[in-house]
């Protein structure tokens, strides 16, 4: 099971945004069987099973056992990822660009951004599954509280004048072999989950 698996496929996305298969997805951490997820759910076994096989169609979960119980094979089967990232891709003509209207200011650029990067990201991963090679990234993540906007704003304006000095210090328009690589550096407010969950 992958800790964060992106979905690429439209109705592999449609499939699991479904509420009954969510939380069937959910559940699915642990392997588990139609008739031990209906008394979870609290549908009928036949209904769980119907959802089960359209999980699997699409390859949302997967078979990990299959036993005999009494006169029927009972077949456990897990979800293929902890947790799930739909791509843009899914959605196709009306995905994201953020060629479309740049601006470093813009949250909804940023929002542009970010799901380029998991667009692309999820493409890879997909890439280097089939090709069962490794995937060479690098990401960052932390969080700097400010004294004010104008600290803020100072403290983006050296961040980009730090990452453009860093970028034509190593960047080699000429290497033979190079490949190019993304470099996306964001920074927004911190969400405060307490706060979240209280809306």
Same mark, same amino acid.
């Given at each position: @099971?992958f800790?964060?698996?992106?979905?690429?496929?439209?109705?592999?996305?449609?499939?699991?945004?479904?509420?009954v298969?969510?939380?069937?997805?959910?559940?699915?951490?642990?392997?588990?069987?139609?008739? @031990?997820?209906?008394?979870?759910v609290?549908?009928p076994r036949?209904k769980?099973?119907?959802?089960?096989?359209?999980?699997?169609?699409?390859g949302l979960?997967?078979?990990?056992e299959?036993?005999?119980?009494?006169?029927?094979?009972e077949?456990?089967?897990?979800?293929?990822a902890?947790?799930?990232?739909?791509?843009?891709?899914a959605?196709?003509?009306?995905?994201?660009?953020?060629?479309?209207?740049?601006?470093?200011?813009?949250?909804?650029?940023?929002?542009?951004?970010?799901a380029?990067?998991v667009?692309d990201?999820?493409t890879?991963i997909?890439?280097?599954?089939r090709?069962?090679?490794?995937?060479a990234? &690098?990401?960052?993540?932390g969080e700097?509280? &400010?004294?004010?906007?104008?600290?803020r704003?100072a &403290?983006?304006e050296?961040?980009?004048? &730090? @990452?453009?000095?860093?970028v034509a210090?190593?960047?080699?328009e000429?290497?033979e072999?190079?490949?190019?690589?993304?470099?996306?550096?964001?920074?927004?407010?911190?969400v405060?989950?307490?706060?979240?969950?209280?809306s």
């Amino acid at each position: @099971m992958f800790e964060v698996a992106v979905i690429e496929d439209p109705s592999a996305a449609e499939v699991s945004l479904d509420p009954v298969r969510a939380r069937l997805l959910a559940e699915l951490a642990e392997p588990g069987s139609a008739t @031990m997820l209906a008394a979870k759910v609290g549908l009928p076994r036949q209904k769980v099973n119907y959802h089960l096989r359209t999980l699997e169609q699409h390859g949302l979960v997967e078979l990990v056992e299959e036993r005999r119980k009494g006169n029927v094979n009972e077949r456990l089967l897990q979800a293929t990822a902890a947790s799930y990232v739909i791509s843009p891709t899914a959605l196709a003509a009306v995905q994201p660009d953020p060629a479309r209207s740049p601006d470093r200011l813009s949250a909804r650029w940023l929002l542009a951004v970010s799901a380029r990067l998991v667009r692309d990201v999820g493409t890879l991963i997909t890439g280097a599954t089939r090709a069962k090679k490794r995937l060479a990234t &690098f990401a960052l993540d932390g969080e700097v509280r &400010f004294a004010s906007a104008a600290d803020r704003a100072a &403290f983006a304006e050296e961040l980009a004048g &730090f @990452m453009t000095q860093l970028v034509a210090k190593y960047h080699d328009e000429q290497a033979e072999g190079g490949r190019p690589h993304r470099v996306v550096v964001a920074l927004h407010p911190s969400v405060n989950a307490s706060k979240e969950e209280e809306s």
